[in-house]
């Protein structure tokens, strides 16, 4: 080892601004002695002891040091138990080659004088570069680790330390956490943390710092948090809600439900809300006689007994009384239940976050921005326009909603809209199918609600007569004015709906006008009804067919199949055309073409002919040109509750992978269906039997080869 050849005296010193006694020395002057070396700052005061500040650069031998954050100077006591064994004495020997750096260092209690000069070279060395654990033994960082305690425990107590110097230790505390799991290193560690912020507050309160992020990870709540309730309750000053949070995610006595952890950031996010809606500007605390001990554990054993600051002195521990730990606990409860779907998605999604998925299982305020603004747009819209039709893949468009559009998915949303004040039409929650992107759908204001829309069997009924009314109108291209005034008018007549579920309904019908449907889609749904429903159905659809003034051919046709469905004769349809009272448009309101109608008895048997493959239940009538009659095809039986039409449709579906939307256009057409009625009875169907669809995709549309091998079976 080499010796130290600088004389030290009063000539230049290190610089305290504190103005602590700071150490003198001289740096040799012979260039050819062997030594050790010191560069002192610039304008310095005599001083035993300096604090080195980062950023200060020291040289100690050949060993250069910029980060500080360590005391040097002269020691007179070197002992472990000194508050001096903490400094870096610079005429303590410096060996050449330092210490194995993971060997122990063969003490708890370390001073900087009982080191070895091995040691101290290995220890400086480590100062000297970017302080990681990397092969350094935990000794080491315990020795460093006493440094800072003393500038936190005694200079911070004295007032000597600066805010700015307080967030540059709390800083590198933070920092030295993730380099050692050493519990010993990680308990003291924190312990000086929240004596950093101790000891910031001494000149204002703790409870108008910022407070402390993160779960509770000790027995008892941080030692900050703590002060900070019991200044509140001392000043009759409102608990800030950062405040409120963090007693809340640190103590360990309170119940923590998975979304307080499974998704922290939006946890705390409705924490700080709820808790401004119960307590406004925050909660007020009494002061109990239980009195807070405020005392710091350091690792530095010189340190064990100091005083306690006199501004932490007789303060209350409101952590003793059982009130405000069950008013947040309540609180916490309340926030986790809000996000329970979102906690259990990413539950079973890990990586979920931030996908629609997940985000549509948020409450709205916590949506991302730009959702929330397409949401207030769509709002405003709506303001001005009673119902507005559109499509979902221009709604969902805004929403930047990507991927596939499940039924899980549109529930989600449906409910979201809800909540906003927005209804949606057609609604999934109540039966509807999972839309497609061009499906179009009409949207309105309602009032807020996470409740789903009530559907009875009254209004089950009210859905057939409306659709079917709809689909009458634009039998023969677009509806009328007077048509759509028919619907509405009968709408607003049955006493039996609420004025929301009148809306409803409404926009049901305009969906219906943007989007034609076959006929033969509403089979089912006819045969649920009564035969009272089905009278007042044929009555309402006459008059929608007449309302323009004009029946067409098209509007006949499609009547003539809905009598049929209803078993009701079509001689009574015809009646019904012609009779000019009973049927609530007077006749002068109209003109009816005689001769169209007659012309259209005459062909009942061709039309019928036309319709048997949609309607099985109806005998298939062949009309020969010749006096011999064509021998009949076998008839096959109907396939999983399906018609004729719709069975022979699935049968073709299921003798391929996959179809072009064009080829099914073409096989609907010669069946007389249409083709998203077509798919969408068959996959009905499906649903019913085997609980998911035949078809998937637009175009092209692909088959499920399970469900087409248990047909085949």
């Not at 023969?476 to 005034?485: H, L, V």
């Not at 089912?524 to 004009?550: F, H, M, P, T």
């Amino acid at each position: 080892m080499g010796s130290s050849s600088g004389a030290y005296n009063d000539r230049d010193a290190y610089d305290n601004s504190d103005d602590e006694t700071l150490t003198s020395v001289t740096i040799a002057e012979n260039s050819d002695a062997t030594g050790h070396s010191i560069k002192p700052p610039r304008n310095v005061s005599p001083s035993s002891v300096a604090w080195i500040p980062p950023g200060q650069t020291v040289e100690i031998g050949d060993v250069s040091i910029s980060g500080g954050m360590f005391y040097i100077g002269d020691v007179h006591r070197s002992s472990p138990r000194s508050i001096e064994a903490c400094v870096i004495d610079p005429r303590a020997d410096l060996a050449d080659m330092g210490a194995n750096p993971v060997t122990a260092l063969g003490s708890k209690e370390l001073s900087y004088g009982t080191l070895t000069g091995e040691q101290r070279r290995t220890y400086l060395e480590w100062l000297g570069s970017d302080r990681k654990k990397s092969e350094i033994h935990t000794g080491y960082l315990f020795f460093y680790l006493y440094g800072l305690e003393r500038r936190v425990l005694v200079d911070g107590a004295a007032g000597k330390v600066s805010e700015s110097e307080f967030a540059d230790i709390a800083r590198e505390l933070r920092r030295l956490l993730n380099i050692d799991a050493n519990y010993s290193w990680q308990k003291h560690l924190r312990n000086l943390l929240e004596s950093v912020g101790l000891m910031s507050s001494r000149n204002g309160k703790m409870y108008d710092k910022p407070a402390p992020r993160g779960m509770a990870i000790g027995y008892q709540v941080p030692m900050d948090v703590r002060v900070a309730f019991a200044q509140a309750a001392v000043d009759k000053h409102p608990v800030p809600a950062d405040w409120a949070l963090a007693w809340a995610k640190m103590d360990p006595l309170l119940v923590r439900r998975a979304a307080v952890t499974r998704c922290p950031e939006e946890f705390d996010k409705v924490f700080v809300r709820k808790y401004a809606e119960r307590f406004k500007n925050g909660m007020l605390l009494s002061v109990n006689r239980t009195t807070l001990e405020v005392r710091p554990d350091p690792a530095f054993s010189a340190l064990k007994n100091l005083p306690v600051p006199g501004f932490l002195v007789g303060l209350p521990d409101i952590g003793a009384i059982n009130g405000p730990r069950g008013r947040l606990q309540s609180l916490m409860n309340e926030s986790a239940s809000a996000l329970d779907s979102y906690s259990r998605y990413l539950g079973r999604f890990p990586g979920a976050a931030g996908t629609l998925d997940a985000t549509l299982m948020l409450p709205i305020e916590l949506w991302p921005d730009a959702m929330q603004q397409a949401l207030d747009a769509l709002k405003e819209e709506l303001a001005q326009e009673e119902i507005r039709v559109s499509t979902f893949g221009e709604i969902l468009g805004r929403f930047k909603f990507t991927g596939n559009v499940t039924r899980d998915k549109m529930t989600a949303f449906c409910t979201v809209l809800s909540k906003s004040g927005i209804a949606i039409e057609p609604d999934v929650r109540l039966g509807a199918r999972t839309p497609k992107p061009g499906d179009s759908l009409a949207l309105f204001a309602t009032s807020a609600s996470v409740d789903v829309p009530p559907a009875d069997d009254a209004y089950s009924v009210a859905t057939v007569m409306i659709d079917l009314a709809a689909t009458v109108a634009v039998a023969d291209g677009n509806a009328s004015d007077a048509g759509i005034s028919v619907i509405e008018t009968q709408v607003d007549i049955w006493p039996q709906f609420s004025e929301e579920l009148k809306l409803r309904l409404k926009a049901r019908s305009r969906v219906q006008f943007a989007q034609r449907v076959s006929i033969a889609g509403f089979r089912k749904r006819i045969e649920a009804l009564a035969s009272e429903a089905r009278q007042d159905l044929a009555l309402l659809l006459v008059q929608v067919a007449n309302a323009d003034g004009v029946v067409s051919r098209e509007k006949v046709k499609a009547l003539e199949k809905v009598y049929r469905m209803m078993d009701i004769d079509t001689q009574r349809l015809y009646s019904a055309l012609h009779r000019d009272a009973g049927i609530a448009k007077p006749a002068a309101s109209f003109t009816l073409d005689p001769a169209r109608i007659a012309a259209l008895k005459h062909e009942t048997a061709r039309v019928s002919a036309i319709l048997a493959d949609v309607f099985i239940e109806e005998p298939h009538v062949a009309l020969a040109a010749t006096a011999a009659p064509a021998a009949p095809e076998p008839e096959q039986a109907p396939l999983i509750g399906l018609d004729g039409a719709h069975s022979n449709f699935l049968r073709l579906l299921v003798t391929r992978v996959s179809w072009t939307r064009a080829e099914l256009e073409e096989a609907a057409t010669k069946l007389d269906l249409m083709l998203d009625g077509a798919m969408e009875q068959v996959n009905e169907a499906a649903l019913d039997i085997w609980d998911e669809p035949l078809t998937d995709g637009d175009d092209p549309v692909e088959i499920n080869q399970e469900l087409a091998q248990r047909l085949a079976a």
